[in-house]
């Protein structure tokens, strides 16, 4: 039987999903930017390039697709296997913490733990949540992490930078499309430095942090994001170095840092030996993040030399 005879025997919607996700695991694709399994995966591209809801009810499952329908979704499910786009690309959205976002390959896709923290803050440091009407989002991509903020922060007034122009772009449609363009203003530039003349009460930032020997091994979907926003430089600390030192001069005297650095911690930890991080718990497992005191990054400013 031909490859596409077999096909042909697919009928109904869990047909070709069951299918999906035996092809996808047998490919060896890699589940990082909106699932972490296959069944999940090829749900999502099926539902999706039918437009059908994603939390479509299962007795819909059985429904038998069209000849147009089946090949809508062989043809996404065979870009997804020969390809390894990642299906955030494919489709052009991605949902993270129960957030739509616009999503193709001039930013990252969104997949940081900070989306889900911040939509909900429950802040795990000692500071009050209402007292935050500041924050600065470095690094901002798909602008995820500065609309989450919008969600949990909702009197907060948020700037968001980011060194890619065609990165806001994307940015500034995901802030229309969640109704906070009053609320959250973008600034092109290297890190800090296009920020107005202002103090915040909560810098957030998920700066690259992969090590530059380290891009080419990433699985061939990564590769598909902007090597910018990935490359950290030989130790992963280059933009990271930077962003702690400016950081508290941009940080009112009670404010704080919050940072996702990755698989770059135990890296930082030897580079300040004598910076106090708070590293958080989250509880899918996600590690790599943590919170500095304005004071303490003040450290930084009288030990310069320090991890430079």
Known sequence: ???????????TLADWIRWGASAFGRAHLCFAHGTDNALDEARWLALASLDLPLDLPDIYL??????????????????RIHDHIPAAYLLGETMIAGLRFKTDARTLIPRSPLVGMLSFPTLPWDVNIEDISSIADIGTGSGAIAIACGYGFPNAK???????AEALVVARENVYAHGMETQIHFYQGDLLAPLPHIRYDLIVSNPPYVRSESIEQLPAECRYEPRLALDGGSDGLATIHRLLHQSARFLTPEGHLLLEVGEAEVALKDAYPSLPFHWLDFEGGATGVCVLAAKELRLLERNEGEGA
């Open 1 to 11: 039987m031909t490859h596409n005879t077999m096909l042909h025997t697919l009928v």
């Open 62 to 79: 059985g429904a038998r697709l069209l000849a147009e329908e089946r090949e809508k979704v062989q043809r996404i499910f065979e870009q």
């Open 158 to 164: 948020i700037d968001a930078t980011d060194i890619s």
